[in-house]
């Protein structure tokens, strides 16, 4: 008995998986960092629930060496590579400018405004990067799933969405994107709740169709499904399940951050073939920087280090002991000079927001990046 259409096996077999590098590469350094951050955290969920501030050692490992640092990482996309640079020099120049004054403008009426400004920018950058990789992810799928494209989209976006507007109607949390009071407060609860239903539903049609669509083409793709499954669980866990400014500051960090590095890093060393040597010998002493992965790691931490030693220095003063090459700076406590300073020192953090969602649109539809 014929179990499929003849065009829909042949469909099948010429299908693989859609892996950026290779299932063990993609599965250490993209899918597997939300389910092990989530399991560390439920694993150690009464410490988390203990802790009402984020200690040192956590602030280190999973701010500064993760978060701050993969915002860094962008610059081997955009300002370090000479191409990328000289073909898309205008935006590259006006953004940090526009994202300066603009910053400036807000801080200058309130600096609550800049903050909420900036976390809700960081909000939408963090949902379009788990989109991003659906969509990298989709792109060697039959025809058949192909079409149900805008229900893969719509299953991660409910993934990441449901738990910020529950987020929104369940405050205060013991936690917040950047300050305290940076979202919006006075979101009506019927919000969640019309939400919730729609996640039910987003989800539960996915995995009818994902079943469904696994039987009669025989594919079933498993990097789009982990991190799905990935997204929805680390999102869960670090905004709903746990109360918890230690789970949220894990989760958040790890499921995001190391992805995009290992994106960067694996962008580059797929696009170029050269060797060390070579790049040294032809004057292009910054790709070196990405040659090797300990150099690369370490160049994104120095300058990640040198930012939040200015902001200790200037602003904040939590972690002097840390930062104890930038304790002589003087604390600024002048509005005018703090409307200016706050949205500079930001700039590697808006500028990534605003250039990531251009950079990865490759416009060449033979590259393994185009989707």
């Known amino acids: 008995m014929q179990t499929s259409h003849p065009t829909v096996a042949i469909a099948a077999k010429t299908s693989s998986q859609a892996w950026l590098s290779s299932a063990r590469w993609d599965c250490l350094w993209i899918i597997s960092p939300a389910f092990l951050s989530s399991a560390f955290v439920l694993l150690f969920r009464n410490q988390m629930a203990a802790s009402q501030n984020v200690p040192l050692w956590v602030w280190v490992c999973f701010v500064l060496l993760i978060d701050v640092a993969h915002v860094y990482a962008t610059l081997f996309r955009t300002y370090l590579d000479p191409q990328a640079f000289e073909k ?20 200058s009426i309130d600096g609550l405004f800049f903050w909420r400004a900036l976390a809700y920018l960081a909000v939408f950058h963090f949902i379009r ?65 019309i939400a919730l239903w729609v996640y039910v539903l987003v989800a539960v049609a996915y995995g009818i169709k994902e079943i469904a669509l696994a039987k009669t083409t025989r594919f079933f793709n498993v990097p789009r499904n982990l991190l799905i499954v990935g997204t929805a669980l680390s999102w869960w866990t670090g905004i709903i399940a746990l109360n918890s400014d230690m789970a949220f500051t894990i ?24 060797s060390t040597k070579q790049l040294v010998s032809n004057g292009a002493w910054k790709k070196v920087l990405i040659s090797n992965v300990l150099i690369f790691f370490a160049f994104i931490v ?70």
């Open 88 to 107: 898309n020099r205008t935006v590259l120049l006006a953004i940090p400018a526009i994202a300066w004054i603009g910053g400036s403008l807000l801080y």
């Open 129 to 193: 990067q788990q989109f991003g990789f659906v969509i990298l992810y989709s792109r060697k799928d039959p025809p058949a799933l192909k079409q149900f494209k805008w229900l893969d989209c719509a299953a991660v976006y409910m993934a990441t969405i449901y738990p910020m507007l529950f987020w929104h109607t369940n405050m205060p949390r013991n936690f917040s994107w950047f300050i305290a009071g940076d979202f919006i407060e006075s979101v009506p609860v019927i919000f969640t709740q």
């Open 251 to 274: 989760t958040n960090v790890v499921s995001h951050g190391i992805p995009y590095m290992a994106l960067i890093w694996l962008y580059h060393h797929q696009k170029s073939g050269e």
């Open 302 to 371: 120095f300058l990640a280090y040198l930012e939040e030693g200015l902001w200790d220095g200037l602003v904040w003063r939590e972690h002097l002991n840390l930062f104890a090459p930038f304790a002589w700076l003087p604390p600024v406590g002048d509005a005018a000079i703090l409307a200016l300073l706050v949205p500079f020192l930001a700039l590697p953090q808006s500028t990534h927001y605003l250039l990531d969602g251009f950079i990865w649109r490759v416009k060449d539809r033979s590259s393994v990046w185009s989707a």
